[in-house]
């Protein structure tokens, strides 16, 4: 097994901007780390539970997910445009309505209705790792190394946020807009349209 290239493709599909990734920052800057850490806590143990599932399920997922995945691609992009539409609109100013809007809860279900997430945390395990160990000790531990990684990607856009908390808060609506952009070009990479416009 190649370790270095397991971990690199690991750190780049967790720690790159994505859906997750985004709201994290976002509710650094609207609500403080607290809130997006308790966001960051659902995503993270979610993102584990879909390792395990894909270990545990391997070869029955493998089937599957191809036959959902059109299901999954529009059902994550609207979810997505919720949240950008949510950010877009957030004023904290004068509301903290938005803020039932991140929540662990939220957290953990943007994960699973993520199709980048799903199709990374069902390919990383059977695709790395168990073409060469199948132990279920073997694979919990890199099970859990994969969440760890993905923690870790998680708390360096809290992070971000928290450092760069007093810029972003200064330019508040121009953030909020970006940030609702960036995941409205999310949402539309993971609908499966670019790929269908290109063919």
């Not at 100013?93 to 994960?111: C, D, K, L, V």
Request: glycine residues 4%; charged residues 5%; proline residues 4%.
């Amino acid at each position: 097994m190649n370790i270095t290239s397991f971990l690199i493709y690991c750190v780049i599909v967790t720690f790159t901007p994505g859906p997750t990734n985004i709201v994290i920052l976002s509710t650094v800057h609207n609500f403080g780390t607290k809130k997006a850490m308790e966001y960051t806590y659902g995503a993270t143990i979610a993102f584990g539970a879909l390792l395990a599932i894909s270990a545990i399920l391997n070869t029955m997922l493998v089937a599957i997910i191809p036959k959902i995945l059109i299901v999954m691609q529009v059902s994550g992009s609207l979810y997505i445009l919720y949240l950008a539409y949510q950010i877009y609109i957030m004023d904290t100013s004068t509301s903290t309505a938005s803020q039932t809007t991140i929540t662990w809860r939220s957290g953990f279900i943007m994960q699973f209705v993520n199709p980048k997430v799903v199709l990374f945390t069902m390919t990383v395990i059977p695709s790395f790792v168990m073409p060469y160990y199948t132990a279920p000790s073997t694979l919990a531990i890199y099970v859990a190394i994969t969440t760890l990684i993905g923690f870790l990607a998680f708390i360096t856009w809290v992070l971000f946020g928290t450092i760069f908390k007093e810029f972003l808060q200064k330019h508040q609506k121009n953030v909020n807009i970006i940030m609702a952009l960036f995941l409205v070009y999310s949402a539309i990479m993971v609908s499966g349209v670019v790929e269908i416009i290109s063919r």
